[in-house]
């Protein structure tokens, strides 16, 4: 995800401070305040639920029909990259997870990361059933959105409540689950720590970010080293990263693919791309390139299995890479909107709990500004490849690019 700080106060430090305070203040509440956080937990989470079907339906609806019935060739073949690109992060994390989480992430019996492990319940429940599964969600979706190119135009009464629905969803997001979500985390480290359980999970997961903060920086040098082999004037991927610096730094400093687009439309220039080209890829690519938010999950969805001792295979994960590329079309604008959007197949693939689902949340905010910068510095070498391809070919149809900003 490329925007999820857009608002001040910094979620990145609320989510840090409530871990912290939950971690200590884990070690002195009584029962009854601990059960007190666990009951809103348990509400929240359900509320959560809920909504997840929606924020699938709300994200991926517009994104397919802003496509549209005449969308050009440029277009669809850099639809088609970037989400090649996603998977192909998503694929590497996995292989490089398989491989090393195993040899210093210790299985916990009693982690207290599943809910049916802790002997702290909650006061009461809210049952809310989602009025759709997720799966059922996705193919909604695709239906809805494709059917929307085919039968409405760009002003027509279905795209228009498309975008509408996708506004409301953002709004629920931004206002309601966002700003809730820091209580959410303190609930679920104050649970942790309570039951004593924190140190190990704390203790694990710092070396899970450093395997994901380098390979960040190894999945930018395979991509920029086949950027590299379409490139018409620099030929070193090194040379290309160098020129890519700029757009990297903004984005590790602001955690935003917004206020990154302007910097990475002109260092992408610089490596030689045409303007008309760096101008359309650029904007795309910042809404659909989610190589680093990829990264990031995949990573500690392998990792928390792996602590869990729950099982998994390569088929599974590759189903669930699959699935979370397109989930996350058009995440990227809306604050927590890659996390929450993957959420749902989180459950309903892997199998995760609530409290894996907030350990996700907490671990994905915590790395947001490097996925960003993976994500933004990536679309450089996209950019280098569709110009190779569409660079001297005057097109009779230019896609406007600005509503996938």
């Known amino acids: 995800m490329k925007n999820i700080i857009s608002k001040k106060p910094n979620l990145l430090v609320l989510i840090i401070l409530a871990i912290l305070s939950g971690v200590l203040c884990g070690n002195f509440v009584n029962e009854g305040i601990a059960r007190s956080f666990i009951t809103f937990n348990s509400i929240f989470s359900?509320?959560?639920?809920?909504?997840?079907?929606?924020?699938?339906?709300?994200?991926?609806?517009?994104?397919?029909?802003?496509?549209?019935?005449?969308a050009g060739k440029m277009l669809l073949v850099t639809v088609l990259l970037a989400y090649g690109v996603t998977l192909g992060a998503g694929f590497l994390s996995y292989f490089v997870g398989d491989t090393f989480f195993t040899q210093f992430i210790d299985y916990v019996p009693d982690s207290g990361l599943s809910d049916d492990k802790s002997s702290l319940n909650p006061y009461f429940t809210i049952n809310i059933s989602p009025v759709i599964d997720i799966m059922s969600a996705l193919v909604l979706s695709f239906i809805l959105g494709i059917g929307i190119t085919q039968v409405s135009s760009s002003q027509g009464m279905l795209k228009k409540i498309a975008i509408e629905f996708k506004e409301i969803i953002s709004w629920i997001i931004s206002k309601?689950?966002?700003?809730?979500?820091?209580?959410?985390?303190?609930?679920?480290?104050?649970?942790?720590?309570?039951?004593?359980?924190?140190?190990?999970?704390?203790?694990?997961?710092?070396?899970?970010?450093?395997?994901?903060?380098?390979?960040?920086l190894a999945w930018l040098i395979i991509l920029y080293t086949i950027g590299a082999l379409f490139s018409r004037k620099v030929k070193n991927p090194l040379k290309l990263i160098w020129k890519m610096l700029p757009a990297y730094f903004t984005a590790l400093g602001t955690s935003s693919s917004a206020a990154t687009i302007p910097v990475t439309l002109k260092q992408t220039i610089k490596m030689g791309v045409n303007e008309d080209i760096a101008g359309f890829t650029v904007p795309l690519c910042a809404t659909i390139n989610l190589s680093g938010s990829a990264l990031k999950i995949v990573s500690c969805a392998l990792a928390l299995m792996v602590m869990e001792g729950m099982t998994y295979d390569f088929g599974t994960f590759a189903y669930f890479i699959v699935m979370m590329g397109v989930a996350l079309v058009a995440a990227p604008g809306v604050p927590g909107g890659s996390i929450m959007a993957a959420l749902g197949l989180l459950t309903s693939i892997l199998g995760f709990s609530d409290s894996n689902c907030a350990l996700m949340i907490a671990l994905y905010i915590a790395m947001d500004s490097f996925g960003t910068a993976c994500n933004v510095t990536g679309d450089g070498a996209i950019a280098l490849i569709i110009d190779r391809f569409f660079g001297n070919k005057n097109s009779e149809e230019k896609p406007q690019t600005l509503e996938f900003a």
């Open 176 to 216: 309601i689950i966002v700003p809730l979500l820091p209580l959410y985390i303190f609930g679920m480290f104050l649970k942790m720590s309570f039951t004593g359980e924190a140190n190990v999970i704390l203790s694990t997961f710092y070396k899970v970010i450093l395997v994901i903060f380098v390979l960040h």
């Open 46 to 70: 359900n509320f959560l639920g809920f909504c997840i079907p929606l924020i699938i339906i709300g994200f991926v609806t517009p994104a397919i029909s802003d496509l549209g019935k005449g």
